[in-house]
């Protein structure tokens, strides 16, 4: 349905004398006095730049309507997470690249703005808006809504959109700007073609032999001090940690609904299965008895779960399935109806608001009053434009498109798919009072029409509370350094939640974990839980075992990380000095091999831009080290990805002369072009000062 609505309501909080007092002391201990800074009103900011929370928030709430609305999905805790990282980053972006662009001067003038808004050609967003029935951008559509915004008849709300509408086109019109001066600097010269050809074209043929890394031991290998921080050191950048990220186990009691759990709700529903295939009334039964209230509408094959899906098709009416169960429910179904019906309906509607009509009865009346001028003739599409408050389908005279089962209203789904193409109705939905008019339906298959009734299987009082009670025996029983033999003798398994970070909604195990991720955000390495978090149907006791810090983060830290790294390159110290001594005196790659115990193999064609040694993986220092070699002479011993590996170069095979570069610079130039937004913004990120305060409000 294309009618907007929009709802308010309002959020009252009341806290009193010494209560309010012991809430901001609490905050002022926790957060070191940010309770009384501007932090309390600012979720972030960027370069000295405050982001209020009011302004994420309510960008926010806009793109979590704007999910809802797309996707028809419920909203997971994993799915509210990525909605917050991608406004967070909307943020970002805006305010790193505006400091540049204005800093640069860009603008986008009116006669520009006009353009892109009402020109010859204009801006994608805006025909993407205004299409005909075969989605073709219809200029005509476009300029009878922008009469309408000069109107005195505009809506204030939809003006005051297409404002925001046009603010935005202009931001990302800036944007766009900036982004063409930065990749219409990028420059690709005769030698960058010559060498990405030569990389793609130019072949080497060589033998080389390799002593793997696996053929040492690792119990074999003993680590020292000096092994970890010579690694540590020459890889230091690679530790640079952008955002704070904090490590804990945890303990989690299951509190699934128990044997008697299940027993007790399958005899309920058992009961039910017969009051349902006796009752006359399907859909009243269904909201009175069901969990999910859902109302009864048509369902063409493949629409229904597979086990319903199977059997309601060639089933009578009348027929009960169940109980069964599914997704956790307990379900019993009843074929309420069977019959062949279109597959999808175009309609156009007038819709009225029993509000600003004096109330549902008027509006009735004026609508069955707008369905005998339609009858005498008047235009439909006039009538919309005149009295409909559906603004949209109004600038497509009332059209609604071509729509399938199950995308609009029920009650308004039933009248337009059991009506006759050129009928019209008057029909009463959550949205109003519509007049509705069918101008065509499409297909023809058997539909159903299925109750259903569920009651989800969940654990009894009796069962969370014992399963609550050695969750809290096990907290009472732990001290500062006992986590691990309370486990252990409770026959606990311990699990891992490793780097998350402050605005993390799920970790590993567990869905819905912020609570705990606030938890671990307040808390000192080493500290266990104060309490007993419930997460769906688990109760979880947790340890914070690790802090890493934003920035470079120190070795003991990085040191079980970087472990299986050390030993390779302890065990490539060892194999290289093995293949040093085979060096010595030897001639040849063959006689290499013979004294180290392993094979030559030979290569033909291996090109530099793809340096994979078949039957190994990428090896881009190996390869790179080859076509950097001369022929026929040995190698120094080259620590690669797999192994350790001395190689003798045969001969190159040059490719062709190139004499018309165009090509691999334009290739070049698009690569460039394709990569230069992320890493303008990576680098605009690195060098940028943020704060962010998000772990405080989300």
């Known amino acids: 349905m294309s009618y907007l609505r929009e709802r308010m309501g309002k959020i009252l909080a009341g806290v009193i004398g010494l209560a309010l007092f012991a809430f901001i002391a609490g905050e002022v201990v926790q957060s070191g006095g940010a309770f009384f800074r501007d932090d309390v009103h600012n979720i972030g900011e960027v370069n000295g730049e405050k982001i209020p929370y009011v302004d994420f928030n309510n960008r926010l709430e806009q793109s979590t309507q704007q999910f809802k609305q797309q996707s028809g999905q419920s909203l997971t805790p994993q799915i509210t997470n990525y909605i917050q990282e991608t406004t967070w980053n909307q943020f970002l972006t805006e305010l790193l690249l505006n400091k540049e662009i204005n800093k640069l001067g860009i603008v986008v003038g009116d006669d520009e703005t006009r353009s892109m808004i009402s020109g010859n050609n204009p801006d994608p967003q805006i025909q993407r808006q205004f299409v005909d029935d075969k989605g073709q951008f219809d200029k005509t559509k476009l300029n009878q809504f922008l009469g309408y915004l000069q109107s005195a008849k505009v809506d204030p709300k939809q003006q005051e959109a297409w404002n925001d509408f046009v603010k935005q086109l202009i931001a990302a019109k800036r944007q766009q700007k900036y982004m063409a001066l930065v990749t219409n600097g990028l420059y690709v010269n005769a030698l960058d073609a010559q060498d990405d050809y030569l990389a793609k074209n130019k072949l080497a043929n060589f033998k080389y032999t390799v002593l793997d890394y696996a053929s040492i031991p690792d119990a074999n290998v003993k680590l020292t001090d000096n092994d970890y921080s010579t690694y540590y050191n020459d890889h230091k950048s690679e530790f640079k940690n952008p955002q704070e990220l904090r490590s804990f186990e945890y303990i989690s009691f299951n509190a699934a609904p128990s044997k008697a759990d299940t027993a007790a709700v399958r005899t309920q529903v058992d009961k039910l299965a017969a009051d349902f295939k006796a009752t006359p009334n399907d859909s009243l039964f269904v909201q009175i008895n069901s969990e999910t209230k859902a109302q009864l509408t048509y369902h063409k094959k493949g629409e229904l779960e597979p086990k319903l899906d199977s059997v309601m098709f060639g089933a009578d009416k009348g027929f009960v399935y169940g109980p069964y169960l599914s997704n956790g429910s307990f379900k019993i179904a009843k074929l309420v109806d069977s019959k062949i019906g279109p597959d999808s309906v175009k309609a156009r509607h007038i819709l009225l608001n029993p509000t600003t009509e004096g109330g549902l009865d008027k509006a009735i009346a004026k609508a069955d009053s707008l369905k005998k001028l339609i009858a005498g003739g ?321």
């Not at 599409?381 to 609604?400: C, H, I, Q, T, W």
């Not at 299986?564 to 390159?569: D, G, L, S, T």
């Open 378 to 698: 008047r235009p439909f599409a006039e009538l919309a434009k005149n009295f409909s408050v559906d603004k949209v389908a109004n600038e497509k005279g009332g059209d609604l498109g071509t729509f399938g089962r199950n995308t609009m209203d029920p009650v308004f789904e039933a009248a337009t798919f059991n009506a006759k193409v050129g009928d019209v109705k008057v029909v009463t939905t959550q949205f109003g009072v519509h007049v509705v008019q069918i101008l065509d339906q499409k297909g023809s298959s058997r539909v159903v029409k299925v109750a259903v009734v569920d009651k989800p299987l969940l654990p009894s009082t009796k069962t969370t509370a014992a399963v609550y009670a050695r969750a809290q025996s096990f907290l009472s029983s732990l001290t500062a350094e006992n986590f691990d033999a309370q486990a252990k003798k409770a026959g606990l398994a311990i699990k891992n939640a490793e780097d998350v970070n402050a605005t993390a909604a799920s970790v590993l195990g567990l869905d819905n974990a912020r609570d705990i991720v606030k938890w671990a955000f307040k808390s000192e390495k080493g500290t266990f839980s104060d309490q007993v978090f419930a997460v769906g149907d688990q109760y979880v006791v947790a340890r914070l075992t690790t802090i890493k810090p934003k920035g470079v983060l120190p070795l003991d830290v990085v040191k079980k990380q970087i472990e299986p790294m050390v030993r390779i390159q302890v065990k490539g110290k060892q194999l290289s000095d093995k293949f040093q001594a085979a060096l010595n005196g030897a001639s040849n790659i063959d006689q290499v091999a013979q004294k180290v115990g392993s094979k030559v193999v030979p290569l033909q064609n291996i090109v530099f831009a793809n340096p994979v040694i078949p039957g190994a993986t990428a090896e881009y220092k190996v390869v790179g080290t080859v076509f950097g070699s001369q022929p026929n002479k040995l190698s120094k011993p080259i620590a690669g990805q797999q192994g350790v590996y001395v190689f003798t170069l045969d001969s190159f095979t040059n490719p062709a002369q190139l004499t018309n570069n165009v090509r691999e610079k334009q290739q070049i130039g698009q690569a460039l072009a394709q990569r230069s937004q992320g890493q303008v913004l990576d680098a605009l990120k690195d060098k940028a000062n943020v704060k962010d305060n998000r772990a405080k409000f989300l």
